[in-house]
């Protein structure tokens, strides 16, 4: 069974920081790549950030410099770092993997930033 649970979300002011946590099954953990997307209010869900088992990481140009994203593997979590936030950083954020060519997804957290 596939499993991701986001957690971490919140109302923050603009300037703030956040850190997303997405617990995953353990079998998927250690062998699957583990993602982070995002989508905003009337957008289109769109890729953030994706980590290897083997920890490479890659973030989208536009928010380089401003979110981390790594793993626990003690406790198959991987975490999205959110600093300086801005307004356009609201947005519902979902965790992601790909099992035998299907996508499975969190059921989201709530990132909601004051300006």
């Known amino acids: 069974q596939v499993l991701l649970v986001e957690s971490g979300g919140g109302l923050v002011q603009t300037g703030g920081s956040l850190r997303l946590s997405c617990a995953a099954s353990?079998?998927?953990?250690?062998?699957?790549?583990i993602a982070w997307f995002r989508q905003a209010p009337g957008k289109q869900r769109e890729f953030v950030a994706r980590i290897s088992p083997g920890n490479s990481s890659y973030q989208i140009d536009s928010v380089k410099g401003r979110f981390t994203i790594s793993r626990d593997n003690s406790k198959n979590t991987v975490y999205l770092q959110i600093n300086s936030l801005k307004p356009e950083d609201t947005a519902v954020y979902y965790c992601?993997?790909?099992?035998?060519?299907?996508?499975?997804w969190g059921q989201g957290t709530q990132v909601t930033v004051s300006s």
């Open positions: 992601n993997t790909n099992v035998a060519g299907s996508p499975y």
């Open positions: 353990g079998s998927i953990f250690r062998t699957n790549y």
